[in-house]
Each structure stands twice: as structure tokens, then as C-alpha cells.
């Protein structure tokens, strides 16, 4: 089917979405299988039932006027983008690893809404002010990301190798481990942002290769990728990512690894940034229940 032909690598993922039931009726728990999608159809359905209803939330909690911040969803990844975007204090062109709907374009609207308390005129709204792109390998996806924002351009790139100029802040969600398998070609990536905010699986001891959802999975090295980085690494917060494994498989497949959320800045900027989220006192509170810490990488591999 044409819309599919963009599999990772062009290979099919081992991968199934079943819609199914139980046997009416039955003493067996034989399971009737209505419907199945398969690899990427499976991995595409799935997303966009997943961030399609993501986005409408938002709209729907947009229309109440008794917002407060808990009400933020995502935080870790709508909040703390929009207070990167914040510290800029000038337009910010934005890239997205793997934007699915580009449900992060609510999230920053909500963010915005929520912590200045103000309806922005559509002018200083900071989404009007940020050019997004996205590495996006699913038709599907682009596809739907571009109707559900028809006012705001969106530029996409099929494969990270695609990418042809830099950025001023990189948000990766790590699909930078589905879609790499060396700290080399990490850094090559990261060394096309002034600033980036990722969620990194990073190992202790070497560079392996796991695998979820039927597509490979890489661990980086961490202290191989703290050396070849042109800017610091610090660590914000995170050891498992929710989700990441399952009752009877753990991707780190024994291995001393972190599944955290990284800063890659200069020191001025790290710091610029921290006293932003500081200005706000729900963003303070929030810090120190979630333990948000510019810590430096480099502390890690010694813990
Ligand atoms: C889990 S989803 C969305 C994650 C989203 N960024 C977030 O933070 O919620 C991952 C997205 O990355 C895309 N993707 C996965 N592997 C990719 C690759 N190698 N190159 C480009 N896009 C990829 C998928 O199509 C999907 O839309």
C-alpha cells in the first residue's frame, strides 16, 4: 500500500495491533481477532488514535476559563519546551524528532495559556513566533500533523540524514534510539542544535542495541557521547521511561542504563533557562517535586 512504503530502513517492523474480544459465552478464553493491523499500519494506527485524542483534550480544556497548572498535560515535554522557547527571548526555529500529530504545538498553546494566565493576542502568541520542523518518517503522520494545524507552516524532513540545516532548539523523544545506532551519528544529529531537550537511553559501560515494538533500539554509551559533545550535558531528571518495557521484557537487557531527559546548552543558557522556570512559583514547585537538577552528565557515570 503505498502510504506505508516508508518503514524504517525499508524493512517491515514485527509488529500487531488486534482488535479483539473474548469469546462470548465461551468457558475458554479463546480471543477473537476482528480486525489486525500489522507493522507500520500497526504502529501508525495506534500513534494516531493515541495523539489525535491528545490534541482534542486540549482543545476541549482550552474552552474552560478555570485552567490551573496542574491542568498542563505532558509536562515534561509541553512545559519544558515552552519555557525553552521562553528563555530565547527571540523567534526560535523548533525541530521535532518524530513529531507524530505535532501534538506539541497544543501542548506549547496550553502551556502559554495556563502560565501567563492571559489570552495572548494571536500575534504575540509564541507559537505564531516559532518555525517548526519535523523529522517524521510516516506519511500518515505528516499527513496528519499538517491538517490539524492548517495556519501554522510545518517543514518535514523523511530520515534524520535528510536534514539540511541547523536549528535553534532540537526536542527528541528518543526516537533518536529507534533511528540511530552509534554515538557518532548522535552527535552528528545533536551538533545541528544550539540547544536540545531529549529523552536519551544511555548506558553506562558500551553502545548496545536492544529492540521494542519490533524495531531496533540503541543504548549510547553515555560517557563516549559526553566527550564528543561540543556543549555540556546535564542531566535534568528520569531513570525509566514509562513504557519502556514490559512485565516480562526489559529492553536494558541487564545493563547499568539511564532512560532520562538530558539539556544539551551552553552553560549561560542552561542557566537562563533555569531562572525563567524559577519565575514562575508553580514551575518552582513543580521542579522540586519532579527533582529538576542541571546536573552535569559527566557526575552520572560515577553514581
Ligand atoms: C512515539 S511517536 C511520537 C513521540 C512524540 N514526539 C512525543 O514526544 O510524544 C514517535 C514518532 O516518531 C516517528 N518515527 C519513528 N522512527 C522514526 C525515524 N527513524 N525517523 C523519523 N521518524 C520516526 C514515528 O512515525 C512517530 O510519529
Known sequence: MAVYEDYIEGKAANLFLDFYANLENASSSKEIIYARREDQEAYDAWHLAWYVSEILDIHELSKSHKLIFNDIPR?????????LLLTFERPVALLEFGCAMFELIDGIEIS????????????????????????????????????????????????????????????????????????????????????????????????????????????????????????????????????????????????????????NADEAFAQSWLVVAMSYPDVAKWFVEKEIKLTLANALWSI
Do not use: C, W
Open 112 to 263: 502559554e495559556k495556563i502560565l501567563t494566565g492571559v489570552e495572548t493576542n494571536e500575534k504575540d502568541k509564541i507559537v505564531e513566533q516559532t518555525e517548526f520542523f519535523s523529522i517524521e518518517m510516516s506519511k500518515v503522520m505528516r499527513g496528519g500533523a499538517e491538517r490539524l494545524h492548517p495556519n501554522i507552516p510545518i517543514r518535514f524532513f523523511n530520515h534524520v540524514n535528510d536534514l539540511d540545516r541547523n536549528f535553534d532548539l532540537i526536542y527528541d523523544r528518543n526516537v533518536s534510539s529507534y533511528a540511530m545506532n552509534t554515538v557518532d551519528d548522535l552527535v552528528s544529529f545533536m551538533s545541528r542544535g544550539e540547544v536540545g531537550f531529549y529523552n536519551l537511553f544511555v548506558s553506562k559501560d558500551k553502545t548496545f542495541i536492544s529492540m521494542r515494538m519490533g524495531k531496533s533500539l540503541t543504548y549510547f554509551h553515555l560517557e563516549e557521547l559526553v566527550d564528543r559533545l561540543d556543549k555540556p550535558l546535564y542531566y535534568l531528571f528520569g531513570q525509566k521511561s514509562l513504557g519502556s518495557g514490559t512485565m516480562d521484557f526489559d529492553p536494558s537487557l541487564g545493563h547499568d542504563v539511564i532512560e532520562g531527559f538530558f539539556l
Open 75 to 83: 509536562k515534561e515535554k509541553n512545559l519544558i519546551v515552552y519555557l
